[in-house]
């Protein structure tokens, strides 16, 4: 099935530092969404952006939706080891489904 | 406020059976979405149903089939089980298609293996 390009694929960074993932897709959506899961669990929500070129900050955490609506960043400053997980950015369509289009994921892992 | 609720946590079954999952939407959510998740990959979507009627399903066989209770809570049955269909099913529960935004909200997941 059909996955969003998700960058980095992975990326070890010390606590303190900030963290930069993006997603780019080849379709356009109308609302992007950045979801957090840890292992075995299932994907918490994080931010949720409605409008192109819209930022939003939820904490340490600041998303923007691409003016050309097909394509997202996620920011996460001053790194803690509980942001340790995989990310996973979503698109999704509106209409008579609304289903969600997954990236390929993030992998963060944190050292001391 | 109870989250989405997922039945049972894990699974294992052997090739050819049959399973059904279970899913719990937040109360007042109307919608139920159910995705398939692979080891390393992220969720892939499978059904969803908004008051009881299948809105927008994804591209699964018809050996995946899903349903929708007046309660809002649904089941996800899948027959004949292939080895290949070993993953972590997840449910999401939102308000509904037909109300503008409908952020998806989802629950811990059933575990399934077979064998």
């Known amino acids: 099935g059909q996955q969003l390009n998700q960058s980095p694929q992975s990326m070890f960074i010390q606590e303190g530092e900030d963290v930069s993932m993006n997603c780019t897709s080849s379709?356009?959506?109308?609302?992007w969404l950045w979801y957090k899961q840890d292992p075995g669990e299932g994907p918490v929500l994080l931010i949720a952006?409605?409008?192109?070129?819209e930022l939003t900050s939820n904490g340490r955490l600041t998303a923007q939706f691409g003016i050309t609506r097909k394509d997202s960043f996620l920011n996460i400053s001053a790194s803690i080891p509980s942001d340790v997980g995989i990310y996973f950015c979503a698109g999704q369509e509106t209409g008579t489904a609304s289903k969600l289009t997954f990236g390929t994921g993030t992998r963060l892992q944190v050292t001391l | 406020d109870a989250g989405v609720t997922q039945s049972p946590t894990h699974l294992i079954k052997t090739r050819g059976q049959q399973v059904t999952l279970r899913c719990s939407p937040i109360?007042?959510?109307?919608?139920v979405s159910w995705y398939q998740q692979v080891l390393g990959q992220g969720p892939q979507f499978i059904f969803q149903?908004?008051?009881?009627?299948?809105?927008g399903r994804g591209n699964f066989p018809d050996r995946f089939s899903a349903r929708q209770f007046p309660n809002y809570s649904s089941e996800l049955n899948v027959n004949a089980l292939l080895l290949g269909d070993s993953a972590l099913y997840l449910c999401a529960s939102s308000l509904g298609p037909s109300r503008g935004t409908d952020t998806q909200y989802f629950g811990p997941g059933t575990r399934l293996t077979v064998l």
């Open positions: 379709s356009i959506f109308n609302t």
């Open positions: 149903y908004y008051e009881k009627e299948e809105r």
């Open positions: 109360s007042g959510h109307k919608s």
């Open positions: 952006l409605y409008k192109a070129g």
